[in-house]
């Protein structure tokens, strides 16, 4: 059983960047199909990036946030470029053993979740 770590949150201007990191343990990560999400105040939860066999991004963050995974330290990172207000929200990464494809943003298919790491972004 998997257990992650997300950090790298915190307080930027728009425009700025940065990088959220997901540690994991206990397994190892690339075995996982792991997806960033995220939920903003009075907002539904959001998928916003995932990695499995490929990469998928949501619409709104095309083209400004890159998924990557570094086998080596079993973590999965999310850079993000080009930051706008509407990116404020909790973001947690989430890991299941499964595939998911297309489905690669419907929350209730991952076992396992992150706690969250905070990111605001200043307009």
């Known amino acids: 059983e998997v257990q992650l770590v997300e950090s790298g949150g915190g307080l930027v201007q728009a425009g700025g960047a940065l990088r959220l990191s997901c540690a994991a343990s206990?397994?190892?990560?690339?075995?996982?199909?792991v997806t960033w999400f995220r939920q903003a105040p009075g907002k539904e939860l959001e998928g916003v990036s995932s990695?499995?066999?490929?990469?998928y991004y949501a619409d709104s963050v095309k083209g400004r946030f890159t998924i990557s995974r570094d086998v080596a330290k079993n973590r999965v990172y999310l850079q993000m470029n080009t930051l706008l207000p509407e990116d404020t929200a909790v973001y947690y990464c989430?890991?299941?053993?499964?595939?998911?494809?297309?489905?690669?943003?419907?929350?209730?298919?991952?076992?396992?979740w992150g706690q969250g790491t905070q990111v605001t972004v200043s307009s």
């Open positions: 989430a890991a299941d053993p499964l595939l998911k494809a297309h489905g690669w943003a419907l929350a209730g298919l991952y076992d396992y």
């Open positions: 206990g397994d190892t990560i690339g075995d996982y199909s």
């Open positions: 990695l499995d066999d490929s990469t």
